[in-house]
């Protein structure tokens, strides 16, 4: 899928310690890595919280003024400095001339979406033509099905897998009762072996291969939202494409998180949200990617003005001249104040590049991982809580987020490191989710997070000494 990095990041942790003659755990590696790291200087275009502005803070145990312990890029992104501008701009532009903003300026209203769209095409690895911007994940995915979901008496199943996020399930449950179908026997979900916690590549491909012929859509996600794995999709992708089916992919925690190529691999269909690695603010404008090769044979099932041809489209004679491919999927006029916010983040990630991004995130994490290892391996008996790392170890199987369990009840685990100013979640049934996101955590964050994190579960061992 993608080039290793030529050291593996444990072995760079290890060499910047032996050259700096101190313990892999020590403060100068981090410091260290922070010096070599040249996107650091990405992290001064966003705003990060502060101790002091967080409401469970305990003030006894952090210093107020320090920047939060920030590892929740994956579930809502910073605010990149910038936003406020390009909202004010419009907001300006809109008490000055009214209705004449719809076709003026930096961002004329009525091509707002279009004018970043741009912006997206290294993030997803697509032309501008297979990337639309509009309305939310979840509504993209229902309006993709609605088209690449056509079931027959013999080919009739969406493939999808275990644990999928709840909004991905309903709406999959919801399209096959649409078409009238038994949802036990039509929704086919791929569960992990006993015993482990993420999927086996071989395992999804057994599926498809024995199942195909009846298979009518498969919709992963692509970077799984509680476990972290990063599914091979350009594996899914083909062998499904062999046997006949579409394949999509659900990508909001995939998108800026990992380098994408949906163009190359093949991808049929790809849905995301922004405000997630994308930073774009809750609600944010959402995408969805069409593949060129489906431009003049997969429609839209609902249509709107705005999937009509610019050129004519204020005729307003009915006669719909629809845009090929992913822009005559758009119903409305789009949402010019998320197109702010969301510019302003695309602009900072079209500086920095996914390459980049995706070869710091690679040691960032295995910062992380080298950490935990090192304090909570397997071969550290001394501890009496067991701390799990249930993210696939190998590189190419994760992007950016870790998920940890552990032997005790995550609430007191998840309690005692919100005090201190870390500000990870917790997700059922037991899982921790840390995420450090290239673009403005440093390693230094990764350094505190685990000071943090050992006198956190010092506490949890002494207040829960039975547990
Ligand atoms: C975050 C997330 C969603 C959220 O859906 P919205 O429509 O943006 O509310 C859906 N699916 C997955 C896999 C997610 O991670």
Same mark, same amino acid.
Do not use: W
């Given at each position: 899928?993608?080039?290793?990095?030529?050291?593996?990041?444990? &072995?760079?942790?290890?060499?910047?310690?032996?050259?700096?003659?101190?313990?892999?755990?020590?403060?100068?590696?981090?410091l260290r890595l922070d010096e070599e790291d040249k996107l650091r200087h990405f992290r001064e275009y966003f705003y990060i919280p502060k101790m002091k502005d967080l409401p469970p803070i305990d003030l006894s145990l952090v210093d107020k003024d320090e920047s939060a312990?920030?590892?929740?890029?994956?579930?809502?992104?910073?605010?990149?400095?910038?936003?406020?501008?390009?909202?004010?701009?419009?907001?300006d532009k809109w008490a000055k001339m009214?209705?004449?903003?719809? &076709?003026?300026?930096?961002r004329p209203w009525i091509t707002g979406d279009e004018k970043i769209s741009g912006l997206m095409t290294d993030i997803v690895g697509a032309s501008e033509k297979e990337i639309v911007l509009m309305n939310g994940l979840?509504?993209?995915?229902?309006?993709?099905?609605?088209?690449?979901?056509?079931?027959?008496?013999?080919?009739?199943?969406?493939?999808?897998e275990a644990k999928a996020f709840p909004s991905d399930y309903y709406t999959v449950e919801s399209q096959l009762q649409l078409h009238g179908l038994n949802t036990e026997k039509s929704m086919r979900i791929v569960t992990p072996r006993e015993g482990e916690e993420t999927l086996r590549t071989e395992d999804i491909l057994e599926v498809i291969e024995k199942e195909g012929d009846s298979i009518a859509v498969i919709m992963f996600s692509g970077v799984h939202f509680y476990t972290g794995q990063y599914f091979n999709i350009p594996a899914i992708t083909k062998a499904g494409q062999a046997k006949g089916c579409f394949v999509g992919f659900d990508l909001a925690h995939t998108i800026g998180n990992v380098e994408l190529h949906l163009h190359d691999w093949g991808v049929d269909f790809a849905c995301w949200c922004s405000y997630k690695y994308l930073n774009s603010g809750a609600g944010g404008l959402a995408g969805a990617f069409v593949h060129e090769k489906h431009a003049h044979t997969i429609k839209p099932a609902l249509v709107g003005w705005f999937g009509h041809e610019l050129s004519t489209r204020f005729k307003m004679d009915n006669k719909l001249q629809l845009i090929p491919g992913a822009n005559g999927f758009r119903i409305s006029n789009p949402p010019i104040l998320l197109v702010c916010s969301l510019h302003a983040s695309l602009e900072i990630f079209k500086k920095a590049t996914m390459k980049a991004l995706r070869r710091k995130?690679?040691?960032?994490?295995?910062?992380?991982?080298y950490l935990?290892?090192?304090?909570?391996?397997?071969?550290?008996?001394?501890n009496k809580i067991a701390v799990n790392i249930i993210t696939p170890s190998r590189i190419e199987e994760r992007g950016c987020q870790l998920t940890l369990t552990f032997s005790v009840p995550i609430k007191y685990v998840f309690q005692e490191l919100e005090k201190r100013g870390v500000v990870c979640d917790k997700r059922e049934p037991n899982g921790i989710r840390v995420a450090p996101v290239p673009l403005y955590n440093s390693?230094?964050?990764?350094?505190?997070?685990?000071?943090?994190?050992?006198?956190?579960? &010092?506490?949890v061992e002494r207040k829960h000494a039975s547990v």
């Open positions: 899928m993608e080039p290793l990095p030529l050291e593996l990041p444990a &072995d760079t942790v290890q060499r910047l310690a032996s050259e700096l003659k101190c313990h892999p755990t020590d403060e100068r590696v981090a312990i920030y590892l929740l890029g994956n579930s809502l992104g910073l605010q990149p400095k910038m936003v406020k501008t390009y909202l004010e701009e419009e907001l009214g209705v004449y903003g719809h &076709d003026t300026g930096k979840t509504v993209n995915l229902h309006l993709l099905l609605l088209s690449f979901f056509k079931p027959t008496p013999k080919r009739y199943k969406i493939l999808l995130s690679i040691l960032l994490t295995g910062y992380l991982e935990i290892k090192h304090y909570y391996g397997k071969d550290k008996p001394g390693f230094y964050d990764v350094y505190r997070f685990i000071s943090v994190f050992n006198s956190a579960l &010092d506490s």
